[in-house]
């Protein structure tokens, strides 16, 4: 029995062949996943990374895809993506709140001026996972996910699971020193409790500063490159005279200058040509040499 029939059996739909990754992506780019698999549960993903222990599989993980620009080439190997049954939120004792690691970030920020616990409210204008947040320690106005986390709860390629607390995890600006083979399955988060009425206003606050300053309902993965320092990313751009630059269908958002648009036909190649026009002229204008916020992956055509 070959390794399709053999995943079918095990896991009926819950593996695909040749699953479309576009649709899972904020730029709506992106080639086939070679197997693609969506567990409803630990037992299943446990079971799934066990079959594959000695058959040396790349394993990617995608999370909401806000922050993801996946190649028309596709992805080798397997591409996990933890199903909505992954997706919840609890209130336990001393303020700490468990979260499922496919939760949005911004309904975890809901629950939790729901329940009238604040630190959370930043969270509200990030896309995007709590697992994803926590690997690339995501925030907006300076604030940072690991200033609330308290731990996690992961599992290995092997598909033993175990739990982290934060003092084990170096976090740094955008990213963290997780091991890479580690599955986020679960995350608790400490608050403090407060006003609901200063939660909300704060959190509105943040809300409406988005709005104002960052593009919405286009296609875009958020913030492109990384700010540099005490610089920020969009400065540079735009002291480098290239919020005008576009590629075939790709363009730089007139909003904002640190997120790049799919107009419609863009292709991945466009939007990774475009990035790159960006950061040549930037590092030519300023000796600056940007680094990308959003992750890519897969093969080129």
Avoid at 35 to 45: A, H, S, Y
Avoid at 107 to 126: M, P, Q, R, W, Y
Wanted: proline residues 2%.
């Amino acid at each position: 029995m070959n390794i399709e029939s053999s995943l079918k059996k095990r896991f009926g739909e819950k593996v695909y062949f040749s699953e479309k990754l576009s649709k899972y992506s904020w730029f709506n780019l992106g080639g086939p996943a070679e197997i693609f698999f969506r567990p409803d549960d630990v037992d299943q993903l446990s079971s799934f990374l066990k079959f594959f222990k000695e058959k040396n599989k790349k394993i990617n993980i995608l999370g909401a895809g806000s922050n993801t620009l996946i190649r028309e080439g596709g992805v080798e190997g397997i591409t996990i993506k933890l199903s909505s049954k992954f997706s919840y939120t609890k209130l336990l004792e001393n303020n700490i709140i468990l979260a499922g690691s496919a939760t949005l970030q911004r309904v975890l920020s809901d629950f939790a001026t729901k329940n009238s616990l604040t630190g959370f409210e930043f969270l509200s204008c990030i896309p995007g996972s709590v697992g994803g947040g926590i690997i690339m320690n995501s925030g907006c106005y300076n604030e940072d996910i690991s200033k609330i986390l308290f731990s996690i709860e992961v599992m290995d390629s092997y598909g033993n699971i175990k739990e982290l607390t934060k003092d084990q995890i170096k976090f740094f600006y955008r990213g963290c020193n997780l091991d890479k083979n580690f599955l986020i399955l679960s995350a608790k988060f400490k608050g403090s409790p407060s006003e609901k009425k200063y939660i909300e206003d704060k959190q509105s606050k943040l809300i409406q500063m988005k709005k104002e300053s960052q593009p919405s309902q286009i296609k875009t993965c958020g913030s492109t490159f990384k700010n540099f320092n005490d610089k920020k990313a969009w400065e540079l751009i735009k002291e480098s005279n290239c919020e005008k630059m576009s590629i075939g269908n790709a363009k730089i958002s007139e909003k904002h200058c640190n997120f790049f648009v799919n107009e419609g036909k863009a292709t991945s190649r466009d939007i990774e040509e475009l990035i790159e026009k960006v950061r040549k002229q930037v590092f030519k204008k300023t000796k600056i040499n940007l680094e990308l916020e959003i992750k890519v992956i897969g093969k080129n055509l």
